[in-house]
């Protein structure tokens, strides 16, 4: 069932959770429901350290602009990117994430996200060729490329976004490999996924009595 009420914009980062499950993505953005764990107070504290804003000179002679406010009318976005690294007269976006690189593409999908924004605020500039992700887990900085399957699987997380965004209630939860998502999700006493299963099912098994 569909709500009438359609969000305006939606922050950057919530294609993040949206992309590592829908569920989670609807309960923290549309419900706006948060808990804390370790993980998400070292990532905030992270975030903290490359949110201080300004400018500076790295030792290579890159101009780096950090906590980048990014917006997009057309796409309907708006959040901030943790630095901003200009090269060539580009403006490559740079996110800082605590953890070390996964399997899937939710990283990857939030900072192409970030660059569509740049795009769209100098749309005089050519299509940005590239961003950078760096894990502190690993300590280890990823080059990411704004190829045309990225680009579009963003369009497609961001569309699914807003549909997401005006149901009534939660999304199922995550089925078959993605549940090895669910463990560190700091969520999961929120959505007790293995909870809801079961009661589906004995719902669907009294359904079928007599």
């Not at 490359?50 to 602009?65: D, I, K, L, Y």
């Not at 740049?118 to 887990?137: A, H, N, T």
């Not at 999304?171 to 809801?196: F, H």
Request: charged share 25%; hydrophobic share 35%.
């Amino acid at each position: 069932m569909i709500s009438e009420r359609v969000p305006e914009t939606l922050p950057i980062s919530s294609l993040n959770a949206l992309e590592y499950c829908q569920r989670r993505f609807y309960y923290q953005f549309v419900q706006s429901d948060m808990l804390i764990n370790e993980f998400v107070l070292e990532g905030t504290l992270v975030h903290q350290r490359a949110h201080q804003p300004g400018r500076q000179t790295t030792a290579e002679g890159e101009m780096q602009t950090t906590r980048v406010y990014l917006c997009s009318e057309g796409l309907r976005l708006s959040g901030f990117a943790d630095v901003v690294e200009e090269r060539e007269g580009m403006r490559i976006p740079v996110e800082y994430k605590h953890g070390r690189q996964g399997e899937w593409l939710n990283d990857h999908i939030q900072l192409c996200a970030q660059a569509l924004c740049l795009e769209d605020m100098q749309p005089e500039k050519s299509p940005l060729p590239y961003g950078y992700i760096y894990y502190i887990g690993s300590r280890r900085r990823v080059r990411v490329d704004f190829n045309e399957e990225l680009r579009t699987n963003t369009q497609a997380a961001i569309s699914r976004a807003f549909q997401v965004a005006t149901l009534e209630k939660p999304p199922p939860p995550l089925e078959g490999k993605l549940v090895a998502r669910c463990p560190n999700c700091s969520l999961i006493s929120l959505c007790l996924p293995d909870e809801v299963k079961l009661l589906q099912s004995k719902k669907g098994e009294y359904g079928r009595v007599g």
